[in-house]
């Protein structure tokens, strides 16, 4: 059974709902970090929201999540992986819905809101998985771009937002960037003994 | 910068996410605007969506449609979530088919003279009159303009129909169907169609490595500031919705 890093729900405890998060973690550690983000901000704090996935399929997810028993009756999921395969989007899973590509950044944001829209949850949450995986589809500027418009769009509606960078695998100018607009900092990245 | 205008003219809100930002309120009354749009760029969609809005404030909407039937046209749009069959089944919503109207009115020919245009105008100006209209849509202009055969009857058509409509004070959008939205484009079938009438919207796709992202652009709007920027645009159940293109990703028109 996989054990949850506790350290992040405390951590979670100090922000607002107007927080804006950036969670960084290692490749080996990806899952664990966002489930131990995801599972408190559920149960502990009841909250809703919406999972934009870019780093693997969303019903992969959703089954680990679940095996775990990380509750997610009031999270829907965006899948911006599963259109791309084929076979992606057959599966029973009635949260998720599907972007064909990464590449749809616009699309991205406004699916997002108009999910935000139908939510029953007073207080929600968007968590973006990940920076790293939208770096492979997306050109470094447009991103940063992205980003900016992204997290202050929520922020403004007072949607927690939580986005998910493995470090190593970001542009420089991203992470920078990242650092700017975001205001609190998860950091579980992996530790490089060079 | 230039501080508050000390005259504002009424708006008609559209009610489309966004939209009515972008317009700085909205459209202003009376005005007829064009929609133009390659295909499945979301035309249809946002001016049923702009009837719809009327129709829940209680306005009386009507839409001609030239380029399919009514019936074909509610069955697409119930999937909406904004669109309740009860507004057109209350009278709200008014949709006409062109073809009917025409049969109606004895123009079966292939192409229309200025008699046949100007007793096409009375019987939409009829229509608007009878019912009450407050917001109209033709779906699309382009078709009905293909029967007139040259652009000074075409330029008649629109002029009058756009002045008659504005007298009643009806806020009208005209669909325009243009096959591109390139560098050569014109933001209409027949390029006399733009520079008669109070506003221009231009809805299309920029290719983004091989997927096409809807947009939407104001270029023209007779009495009220702008934004003339790109917006992207997502069709959801919910409707039309707007946000700002990324400037990194935005080709050329």
Not at chain 2, 84 to 105: A, T
Not at chain 2, 207 to 229: C, E, F, N, P
């Amino acid at each position: 059974m996989i054990e949850l890093d506790q350290r992040i729900a405390e951590q979670l405890t100090e922000i607002t709902l107007n927080s804006s998060l950036q969670v960084r973690c290692g490749t080996s550690n990806a899952f664990l970090v966002t489930a131990s983000l995801l599972e408190p901000l559920v149960t502990e704090f009841e909250m809703g929201g919406i999972y934009i996935s870019a780093s693997r399929p969303a019903p992969e997810l959703i089954d680990t999540l679940t095996e775990i028993g990380v509750p997610l009756g009031s999270i829907q999921f965006i899948d911006c992986v599963s259109s791309a395969l084929l076979g992606g989007t057959d599966n029973p899973y009635t949260n998720i819905s599907y972007i064909d590509s990464p590449i749809m950044l616009e699309s991205i944001l406004l699916r997002t809101l108009f999910h935000l829209r139908q939510m029953p949850t007073e207080q929600n949450f968007v968590v973006l998985d990940s920076v790293n995986a939208l770096a492979i589809y997306n050109e470094e500027r447009m991103l940063a771009e992205y980003l900016h418009t992204f997290i202050n769009t929520f922020r403004a509606r007072d949607v927690l937002t939580a986005v998910v960078t493995v470090p190593d695998q970001t542009p420089p100018s991203v992470l920078a960037n990242l650092d700017l607009y975001c205001t609190d900092l998860i950091d579980r990245g992996q530790v490089v003994i060079s | 910068m230039f501080g508050t205008p000390q005259y504002t003219r009424d708006r008609c809100v559209t009610g489309i996410h966004g939209l009515d930002e972008i317009l700085r309120g909205g459209v202003p009354y009376g005005s007829t605007v064009l929609i133009g749009g390659t295909c499945g760029s979301g035309k249809t969609t946002m001016c049923i969506e702009f009837l719809v809005h009327g129709a829940q404030m209680g306005e009386a909407c009507a839409y001609f449609a030239a380029t399919e039937p009514s019936v074909k046209l509610l069955e697409n749009v119930r999937q909406y979530s904004f669109f309740d069959m009860e507004m057109v089944d209350k009278g709200l919503i008014n949709v006409f088919d062109m073809d009917v109207l025409y049969s109606w009115l004895g123009l079966t020919k292939a192409t229309f003279d200025r008699d046949d245009i100007d007793a096409l105008v009375k019987a939409i100006t009829d229509i608007v009159n009878t019912i009450g209209v407050t917001r109209l849509v033709i779906d699309s202009v382009t078709t009905l303009c293909y029967k007139v055969p040259n652009d000074q009857l075409i330029r008649d058509f629109l002029f009058t129909l756009g002045k008659t409509l504005a007298t009643q004070g009806c806020t009208s959008f005209l669909v325009a169907e243009i096959t591109s939205a390139g560098a050569k484009a014109h933001w209409s079938s027949f390029g006399v169609e733009e520079a008669i009438l109070d506003g221009i919207m231009v809805l299309g796709d920029i290719d983004r490595m091989g997927h096409l992202l809807r947009y939407i652009q104001v270029i023209k709007m007779r009495g009220t500031d702008h934004s003339r920027a790109k917006y992207a645009v997502e069709l959801t159940p919910m409707g039309v919705m707007l946000t700002p293109m990324l400037k990194w990703g935005v080709g050329s028109r």
